[in-house]
């Protein structure tokens, strides 16, 4: 197996294919030796699991979850990688490479085609410029994954792993909250990388599960509720709300007398009950 962390060959596996890296697809290539195997041993890379990776590169985490899960299927939409990771991890039987954009696919049909009848993860080192797209379009979908552990910025490792509730927080936590809970797993430098990012990262993991599905009336009510009063988040949670969504401010306030919460609230002090609360509260009055 071609030892894709040593940065002298890699240098010349690129070389030989005429390959310059693209900054529009966010393109950082592993090249540390310890963190590919982390992520897999960590990410449910196992004997019963298909393994969704999104964006192999030239193959180097690709490689260490062929060597552990049942299958891998992995996206990439760069098609001029697709020779290199022909080169690179073309030998593994389990593995099926795809050429295409992680967004335009429909997730539970994309892992029933490739999965039918295992369990699911999903790996990877995301490509920085998409990241919280790439997750929501994920946790959306509905997919029965047990697990997405990734790669991220290490600025969006530390909101996507705030408590709800907090300064921290954002929109993107409360989102991850609804679908699952997240931790960090381990820091990465970004001299890990080729070429090294401007930004350090770290590796997360997501535990999907629904813990908030049956207690919320208006899913997409509450995800507007929250994008808009976290779109303006040094407001009162009454100013963003009226002005972001058109409510009246005296019927956000009598919400939360109800609630036993001050007028002067902002959304980042709630937590994801209260968060909830008020939007079955609001979806039930008449929107002005
Ligand atoms: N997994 C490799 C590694 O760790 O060395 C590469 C990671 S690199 C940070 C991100 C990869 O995602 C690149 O190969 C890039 O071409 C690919 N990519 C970018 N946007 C994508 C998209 N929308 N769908 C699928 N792959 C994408």
Redesign the pocket.
Known sequence: MMD?TEKKSVHALLARHGFHF?KK???????DDSV?PRIAEEGNACAGYGVL??????????QQLALRAEKVAA????TR?LPILQETVGKFENLHVIQ?????YDIPALLEQEFSGLRCAVC???????TTP?LMHLLESGAAIDTITV?VQKEVAEKLTAKVGTRESGAITVAVNYYGTADILFPVLRDS??PPPNVDSAVIQIQVKQRYADITKNPSHFFAMVKNGFSQRRKTLVNALSATMGYEKQMLISILEEMELPESVRMEKLTMEQLISLSNALSERAVV
């Open positions: 894709l693209s697809f966010g393109q950082n290539f592993l090249i590919c990776e999104i964006g192999p590169g030239i193959g180097t985490l690709t996206v990439e939409i760069d990688l295409g954009d992680i967004l335009e990877a080192n995301l490509p920085y410029y998409i790439i790669m990388f080729l």
